[in-house]
């Protein structure tokens, strides 16, 4: 062996793939019984219930051009339509205008007609029109950010819901410079971000753009899938699961890894795509400055509740892709995905598989057993959509402590550790707790960490320790 690769998500398959096609000697670990991390597909009683993510940015290209290298570019499809997605505000749905990007209007008309704001809640998002840009270089929150623009209005029933619920951190801890970068960018350009949403509407209209989420036909879990069947398939990767690594130490050139069952390896180089709080423990010894870098990103929990329905248990069909919920709403979940709706072969005919979020409004509940969480949440669609029939199916998945935060200063705690790591050229660390929380993040980091380590046992000159060099634009 030449290289170990600690943790088997998809970071850590990214890279173990990419090694064995450069022919490199690779050994991949996994703590647990299973490959692809939060990326998880099951077929139950002809649902598709997926525990992550269910699809990925196309515009970031990275996981495109895998599920294309994996022989998947058949399997690629896009969102049915309509493409309506609901806000649950102050008591009612809302539908999101039509042309809404990051929490800005790319198309003027919808955002006027909306009946989310008031008039007067629209003159004082209109206000970003005249107001001077801010001028400052330093990374704030996105909703300082937004609040100082477009007002508190919107960041509570729109922006919160939007960028908050996706990366699991309330939008006035989330970083600008980590999260939406182009936000800042779209005031230095344009001054107002109103306007700067216009001009991107029209230039999305010129280029054609549709939605920018594919997924696969079979689920997520065919990425991670095929990632599996390629490696096996690779004479020079070897794959061991249910193997913890504890500690890890240098030695001479390479290192010594030590596991829970006391086996010692001793790689020339190291990937360490495995979850944040692991990552810093590992790090502890051999560099206790990054260690104390990637221990400073904290981590929160969620849980996704899959629900299967019939569609007669519906006082009428539900409709759309699914809904946000806004700030101040009495509703313990924070959003619904309706998967059947959105994406084609996910249910059996007749039937709704609805996905729902829960944790980051009211946290105390994942403490909760898997009956108790069910039972709140079909307390909340019995609320929100009238539906008060016990579900046909229901699947908990929980991730504790596995949700990386983004916080203000996020890029400050990456480059520190990468700093930290400089003078261990053939150790790369990769992850969804560092550059990117989306696959195609992770996919990238996971490729750029084999290059890394690849080009020091070439001989060559590293690139930087972290795996990527951009966050989710």
């Known amino acids: 062996m030449t290289v170990l690769v600690v943790g088997g998500g998809i970071s850590g398959l990214t890279a173990a793939y990419a090694l064995g096609r450069a022919g490199i000697p690779t050994m991949l670990v996994e703590a647990t019984d299973r490959l ?10 002809g649902f598709l219930v997926e525990s992550g993510p269910d699809s990925f940015i196309s515009y970031r290209p990275a996981a495109l051009e895998l599920a294309r290298e994996l022989s998947l570019g058949d399997a690629i499809i896009g969102p049915t339509h309509p493409r309506t997605v609901w806000i649950r505000s102050r008591g009612r ?20 007609a909306t009946d989310m704001f008031s008039p007067l809640e629209k003159l004082r998002i209109g206000l970003d029109l005249v107001l001077p840009r801010d001028g400052l270089g330093r990374d704030v929150s996105v909703g300082a950010f937004l609040r100082r623009r477009l007002g508190g209005v919107l960041v509570d029933r729109l922006a919160g819901p939007l960028l908050g619920g996706v990366y699991g951190t309330p939008i006035d801890e989330l970083s600008l410079d980590a999260v939406v970068p182009q936000l800042r960018e779209a ?15 029209r230039a999305a209209k010129v280029g054609g753009s549709g939605s920018p989420f594919v997924s696969l036909a079979g689920g997520m879990g065919q990425l991670s899938g095929a990632l599996v069947e390629a490696i096996e398939e690779s004479s020079g990767v070897e794959v061991r699961m249910k ?12 290192f010594d890894v030590r596991f829970a069952n006391g086996e010692l390896l001793r790689p020339e180089a190291v990937v360490l ?19 104390a870098h990637v221990r400073s990103i904290t981590h929160s929990s969620t849980a996704v509740v899959s629900l299967g329905y019939r569609l007669d248990q519906f006082p009428k069909p539900p409709s759309g892709h699914g809904f946000l919920v806004a700030e101040g709403e009495p509703l313990a979940v924070d959003a619904c995905t309706m998967s059947s709706l959105k994406w084609a072969g996910r249910a059996p005919d007749g039937t709704v598989l609805l996905r729902v979020f829960i944790g980051s409004r009211s946290p105390g509940v994942l403490a909760g ?18 539906v008060h029939a016990a579900p046909i199916l229901a699947r908990v998945a929980r991730w504790i402590g596995q949700m990386p935060n983004y916080t203000v200063g996020h890029l400050e705690r990456v480059a520190g550790a990468s700093a930290a790591l400089a003078g261990l050229p053939n150790l790369a660390i990769a992850g969804a707790a560092f550059r990117g929380i989306g696959v195609p993040d992770c996919v990238a980091q996971g490729r750029a960490a084999a290059a890394r380590v690849g080009e020091v046992l070439s001989g060559g000159v590293p690139g930087p320790a972290e795996a990527a060099e951009a966050v989710p634009a």
């Open 36 to 45: 692809g991390g939060k990326v998880r597909t099951e077929r139950v009683d």
């Open 369 to 386: 057993s898997d009956a108790e969480i069910v039972a709140l949440v079909e307390r909340d669609l019995a609320l929100a959509m009238g």
């Open 243 to 254: 193997s913890t690594a504890v500690t890890l130490v240098g030695r001479g050139g390479g």
């Open 187 to 201: 005031e230095r350009r344009h001054r107002s971000l109103l306007l700067a949403g216009i001009a991107s509407g």
């Open 93 to 112: 749905f809302v539908q999101l205008p039509e042309g809404m990007g990051l929490a800005l209007p790319t198309r003027l008309g919808p955002f006027i």
């Open 273 to 291: 795509a495995s979850p944040g709080p692991v990552t810093a423990g590992l790090l502890d010894e051999i560099a206790p400055a990054a260690a």
